[in-house]
Each structure stands twice: as C-alpha cells, then as structure tokens.
C-alpha cells in the first residue's frame, strides 16, 4: 500500500494511481523498496521480491513492515559497513540534508561476486513523505570497470617499467600524458611540471610545427638534442605517430636517450678510424720494406756498371781505345737513363695516388697505334722473340692518352718478353667485344707464368712473383698501368699458370669500330 487512508471520494482514483505506480515500479530492473516517513517498507517491485526470492531472503512479505533504517542499524552480514551507510544516507535524504544519496557496494553471493549502486531519493505522495530505495545491479558495469582499470594498471606498469619515454601529445604538440621514464630522464620532479609543457620544451632546437605533427611522423625517427629541466642537453632519439582516441587526434612520441649509443657509436668509428691508421700504417711499412728491397736490387745494378765504367775510364785511360771509352760512355749513359725510368715510375705511381695524373686522351686509330708499337718491339726483339700483331678488324678509334697508353702496351710487351725464354712466341691480338662494345686487347706469352700466390697483389705497388726474383724488375709497371687503364674507363686483368705462360687483358673504351 503506497496511500494512508484517505477521503472517501480520492479513494478511487487515488487506487489507480497507486497500481499505476506499482506496475511502473515492476517494470524496472532495480530492486525497489518504498519506505513511508518513518523508514518501514511500505511497497517493494517485482525486481525486489524476485531477488529476495533467489536469494532467500523473503523475510515474511519482502520486508514490507519491516524499518528499513532498523535493518540497515543492525546489519551483521559482510557488508554491514555499507548497510550502516545506507541508513545514514536514507535519514539525511529523510530530513532534507540532501536531495539523494548515492553509494555503489559489493554484494557477493557464495558463487558470485557482485555490486550494486543503492540510489536513495524523496517523493511526496498526497503531502506524504515517501521515500524510494532502488537498489541497482551494476555486476556487470563493474566487472568491466574493474578489467578497465586493471588493463589501465597493467598498461601503466608498463609504460613505467620501459627505459623509453613515452609521451602522448594532443595536436598542438602539447604533453597530454607522460610515463615515469619521462620524468627521470628529463629530470623533473612530478608529471605535474611536465603535463602541459609543449613537446618543444625538451628540444635544443624547436621542431617547425608549421605543418603539424604528421609531418613528423615516420618509420625512421629523428634524431635530435633533448634539454633536461636544469638545461643540460643529451642527444635523443625522437619517433611520432599519430593517435585515434574517441575520434581525437593525438601523437604517442617515443624518445630514446641516445647518450650511450652515440658513445659507442663514436667508439666504433674511433675504432675503426685506428684501424684503418693501422692498416695503412702497414701497408706503408710493407711499401717501404718492397721500395728498399728493390732500390737495393735495381739500384745496384746500374750504380755497379757506372761505376765499372767509370774506373775503367780513369784507371786504365792511357791504355783503352777510343772506341773502348766510348763504349764506357755509352753504358754510363744507358743506366743513368734506366735510373731516370725507375725514379720516373716511382714518381708517377706517387703522384698519381696523391694527386691523379694529367689525362690528355685524344681521338686515336687504335690499329695503327698498336701496330707501331708492336712493331717497334719487333724491330728490337726479332733476334730472341717471335712478336706476332692479330687484328681483323679494320678501324678502331678510341680517346687515349697516348703517352701514357704507351706506358701500358712497353710494359705488357717488355714483361712478355722478360718472362719468356728465348725464342718463345709473344702475340698482341685487338677485338671488339660485341656486347659492351669494348676494345679487348691482348697481350698473351707463353713463358715462366704467375704462381697462384702471387695472382692477387700483383697489382700492388713493388710486388714481383716469387719466380721472377731472378729478372731485373721494381715491381712498379702493373700498377702504373693499372692507374692509365682506369683512368681512361678501362680496366686491366690477367690469367696465368704457372710454367705454362699468361695473357693479360685491357679493356678500353671506344669511340667506333669497323670491320
Ligand atoms: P716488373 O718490373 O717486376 O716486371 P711489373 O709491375 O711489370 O714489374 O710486374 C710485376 C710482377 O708481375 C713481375 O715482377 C712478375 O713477377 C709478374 N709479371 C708481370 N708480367 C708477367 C708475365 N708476362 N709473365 C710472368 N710474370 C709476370
């Protein structure tokens, strides 16, 4: 019953109402208690009595009768506390001290853990002070809530444990957020002195957000210098990406202190710039040992003739012949200018490692120019060795340097020839290769051969094969030629064996070729 007794003419209509309420009260799903001004239960929904009803707790009529206030006074269950509040907040809503009271606690059953809000509100009913109880199941908001709350702990657990910073900003690069590694590296005391803070603030160098964030966004990161809260600055490592959160635009900026890895960074390119001081070091070293050796072997040969030439000359004088004295000058006159070849060699191998050599190329008629080459060989050589000149083509022209290519072909021929016993076939063959449209020149021997050993570095500065120790050489025309070759956008290379012979193989660039 929600109505005292009445007037005999409000009766009717005041039933309707009442059962009005009633069926509007068993529509809900919150457990309803109706308390009259007193505090006892005067009318309960449906809701009510069926969780009283599954959870025996039918207490006679579901309480109705009963004082509520009473009930909630001597509570001894688990949530007693709770109960003794409700009580407190149904007197207050009940003297008018506040116009509802609210309060959210748990209610587990022996199988299930639940919460409830309980929501405690006033109403006047025909100048009667009603009051209702509604009693709401929220198990499930909460469950959801507590999983929320977990998911937000575990995730700041996270974010804390990490050694990176990890900040988020709203769109105008302000921090909205910052984890724990934001503070100590930066060196501030609380999330305080940072929330807020625009992310520029912690950069030496302000990012130009004339376009936005976005534009900072990428794969790669930047890496520039942070500034701490005492001003002290370290480099860092900055990444953005951009952030949908309820349909907000935000950033999450990573920031990686990169103080000990540019200190290993700089470490690692010491390192390595000792060990290429190292390395050359000794290469120099080894140059230096093969630069002595071989001024010890090619210098004495021709300092020992001049000098022999020049005793003779000034000791024996009065009893040499003409002819005798002249052929002294003659050979005083030969080594010094194989002295000058060397010294010259030496210098353009260190003048075109220092400087580059001076390339002159000229529009040139290979053939022909190979050809006086060769025969120039020929005419000296033709006592000791068959020189043979192989060409079907007609024309070939190319933009050589031609002094320094004849550096190149002396060289190939002149080794050929050194490295050949007597008698034996040297062959300097020109083609074009089809493809590449290249001249390939050959120079193939048939003499002492490379040993497998030496193949490598033989292109290295003072570097002579282990069987050719026995011939005059300084080790030093494969490099020059190897310098010329390149420089004209060519290259050099070799097959040899052993005993068997070698040929070597330039490889020029050319202008045309006819057939
Ligand atoms: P070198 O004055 O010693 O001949 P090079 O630089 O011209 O200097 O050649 C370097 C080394 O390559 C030679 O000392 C020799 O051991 C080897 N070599 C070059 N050409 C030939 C060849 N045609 N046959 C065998 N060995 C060769």
Redesign the pocket.
Known sequence: MLLPNDPQQAQIGQEIAEEFVQAALDALSAHIAILDETGTIIAVNAAWREFADQNNFTNGNYGIGLNYLAVCDTSSSLNSPDARLVGKGIREVMAGIRDEYILEYPCHGPYERRWFVVRVSRFDWYDQQRIIVAHQNVTELKRIQLQLEESNQRLEAILNAVSNIIITLDTNGTIVTANRAMMSIFGYESEDEVLGKPLNALLVEPLDLGKGLLAFCDDHGHELIGMRSDGSTFPIHLTLNKLELNRERYYTCIIQDFTYRKQVEAEIIERERVQVALEKERELRVLKNRFLSMMGHELNTPLASIQLSYDMMKKYEHLSTEEEKEQALDNIQQQVGHLQEMIHDVMTLSRSEAEGLRFEPEDTDLITYCRNVVEEFQFTYHKTHQIEFCCDLRDIRAMLDRRMLRRVFT?LLS??I??SPEGGLVQFCIEVDDETQQALIRVI?S????PQE?QKR?FEPF???G??NKLP???????IAKQIVELHGGSIAFE?KESEG?T?TLTLPILSSRS
């Open positions: 060289n080794n050929a050194k490295y021997d003499g002492i051969g490379i030496d033989l570097h002579r094969a069987n050719a050489g300084t080790g030093l025309g494969l490099p040899s070698s070597f």
